[in-house]
Nanobody, 119 residues
Framework: QVQLVESGGGLVQPGGSLRLSCAAS????????MCWCRQAPGKERELVAS???????VYADSVKGRFTITRDNAKNTVYLQMNTLQSEDTAVYYC?????????????WGQGTQVTVAS
């Protein structure tokens, strides 16, 4: 069974930085796309950033130039470096993997980590 465990959320002042991590455990053969999404209160979940196995990235316009997604394939881990945080970045952040196990390809979500940007 594949599990995704996130860490790194918390309370930060505007202009500050945080680094989120999401590590997958279980019998994983390979991971294709790794993503970070977020959901603010009263809003739909939205894509923040994605990173394919070919190292292609996509970022939401609202985070371009401030956030960076990276991955460590050896550790089955994806990171999100968030700089110059703004109050609008306050949300629960979820990681998402498309991974192949002995049962084939499936999508997996982390449990979410709260990021609060406030003075």
């Amino acid at each position: 069974q594949v599990q995704l465990v996130e860490s790194g959320g918390g309370l930060v002042q505007p202009g500050g930085s945080l680094r989120l991590s999401c590590a997958a455990s279980g019998s994983i053969f390979s991971i294709s796309t790794m993503c970070w999404c977020r959901q603010a209160p009263g809003k739909e979940r939205e894509l923040v950033a994605s990173l394919t196995s070919e190292r292609n990235t996509v970022y939401a316009d609202s985070v371009k130039g401030r956030f960076t997604i990276t991955r460590d394939n050896a550790k089955n881990t994806v990171y999100l470096q968030m700089n110059t945080l703004q109050s609008e970045d306050t949300a629960v952040y979820y990681c998402h993997f498309s991974a192949r196990t002995m049962f084939g390809w499936s999508n997996y979500w982390g449990q979410g980590t709260q990021v609060t940007v406030a003075s």
